[in-house]
């Protein structure tokens, strides 16, 4: 054997070596990103009205956070501000510390320290409400809940266990329990 012999089976073997090292130790292809399959979008500090058929504003809702859910499409809403329009076209104001919202928006589900207040006109002396948690209703007008409320205006105050109120004609009903006290304004 000479020496160009050898050299050539060296280089060889050291091709052969050297191809093989490089299919084990190929980049890997990175892990694929996958959806766990939870979240469809997150809103940071936004606001969104919600048009009825007529194309009037039936509801608005603003929010430092919104996540919706892939799986049922339902929405989980963090301290969450509803405006929902009167017929003059002021709006109640609902307030919780959490909020839900079904995949058609039909149901609204407000929970923990739940707030309501009426809309600000001169001429209609403000009400509020206050408990622990409320479904709302919004294209039909309404809310209802079966937790303690208490309503307040000036110089009453008004408290039951259950509650429905419908915002269009402006009434509302305890369900039980109901109790009330009125101070004569002076």
């Known amino acids: 054997m000479t020496w160009r012999n050898a050299l050539g089976a060296l280089l060889l073997v050291a091709a052969l070596l050297s191809g ?9 292809p990175a892990d694929e990103v996958t959806d766990d399959g939870t979240k469809d979008y997150v809103l940071h500090d936004f606001q969104i009205v919600a048009l009825d058929d007529q194309g009037k504003e039936s509801t608005t809702l603003q929010a430092p956070l919104l996540e919706r859910l892939r799986s049922d499409e339902t929405m989980s809403i963090v301290t969450p501000l509803f405006l929902l329009p009167d017929n003059e076209g002021n709006h109640w104001e609902l307030r919780s510390e959490k909020g839900w919202v079904s995949a058609n928006g039909e149901q609204l589900k407000l929970t923990g320290n739940v707030s309501g207040d009426s809309p600000k006109v001169p001429s209609v002396p403000p009400t509020t409400f206050r408990t622990d948690h409320l479904d709302v ?8 809940t079966d937790a303690l409320v208490t309503m307040t205006r000036p110089g009453m105050t008004q408290s039951g266990v259950g509650f429905e109120l419908d915002s269009k004609s402006k009434t509302y009903q305890f369900l039980s329990q ?6 004569p304004q002076r």
Not at 20 to 28: A, F
Not at 137 to 144: D, G, H, I, M, V
Not at 178 to 183: D, F, L, Q
């Open 20 to 28: 093989w090292s490089l299919l084990r130790h190929r980049d890997k």
């Open 137 to 144: 209703f919004p294209k039909e007008n309404r809310a209802k």
């Open 178 to 183: 109901s109790k009330g006290s009125y101070t």
